[in-house]
């Protein structure tokens, strides 16, 4: 059934979410993924358009699902997702955001990928606006997003460096993850002490998401560090120093 865009108070006349459900991706391991359309990415990401590691031939999929010339409206997007074996790992937005358009998360169609994840292990990452310094629907997003961590799909907050990590690690509402200042696969702390372990994938050979799973345990203590790498390495680096 597809849900009018009206109705999902997004700008895309046909929004659609595309599953891969076996990704071919080397650091995630062959777990499913999904991607969600560019509208769904908020402008406040210094990463928009400027480092993010969404590019090459990855790129092409992506402009396809956000010009809904592939994949599925929302409501058979969940169907798929509900036929996911119980306690699948699986990478929700392998590129997008959560659902709801630019700054914004819609809370009802959150609620819904949260039910159609139950029984699994959903994870993904948010740029969404959460900090009061922000601006954009700040309360509300917190409030979807501590409730989804809450029920069991777990929703990362993405910081823009170790400073804005601690900003957000602060708030209580979900875990959190972080693009580093540089290329060292050493472990470290934030300015406020909190430890932050380098993701796995990239310190450890044969480890995947497949086979790691830290980004989906919603409770852990530590913040995941990712190093900036490909083509877009010199602007990650550059956003990480100056957050």
């Known amino acids: 059934m597809k849900v009018p865009a009206k109705i999902l108070g997004w700008n895309d006349a046909k929004p659609t979410f595309h599953l891969t459900r076996s990704s071919s991706n080397d650091k995630t391991g062959p777990i499913p993924v999904s991607t969600s359309p560019a509208s769904t990415c908020p402008d406040s990401c210094p990463l928009k358009g400027n480092g993010c590691m969404v590019i090459g031939p990855f790129k092409w999929h992506w ?23 119980r306690g699948q790992l699986w ?32 994870f993904t990452y948010t740029h969404k606006p959460v900090l009061s310094e922000q601006a954009g629907p700040v309360e509300s997003n917190r409030a979807a997003i501590k409730e989804a961590n809450a029920q069991g799909f777990t929703i990362n907050l993405s910081a823009n460096g170790l400073n804005h990590a601690d900003k957000l690690a602060a708030l209580g509402i ?3 993850c972080t693009i580093l200042p540089d290329q060292n696969p050493v472990n470290r702390t ?21 086979s790691c799973g830290l980004c989906q345990r919603a409770d852990r203590s530590v913040i995941v560090g990712f190093m900036p790498h490909g083509s877009q390495q010199k602007k990650a680096l550059a956003i990480a120093r100056a957050n």
């Open 174 to 176: 979900g875990p959190v």
């Open 190 to 210: 934030t300015p406020q002490g909190r430890k932050v372990v380098i993701c796995p994938a990239q310190t450890r050979k044969n480890t995947t998401c497949a």
């Open 91 to 122: 990478r929700h937005n392998q590129a997008g955001d959560l659902p709801g358009d630019n700054e914004q998360i819609l809370p009802e169609f959150l609620k819904d990928l949260v039910k159609a994840n139950q029984g699994r292990k959903g």
């Open 63 to 85: 402009d396809k699902v956000s010009r809904g010339e592939r994949g599925s409206a929302w409501e058979v997007f969940l169907d798929e997702l509900r036929t996911l074996p």
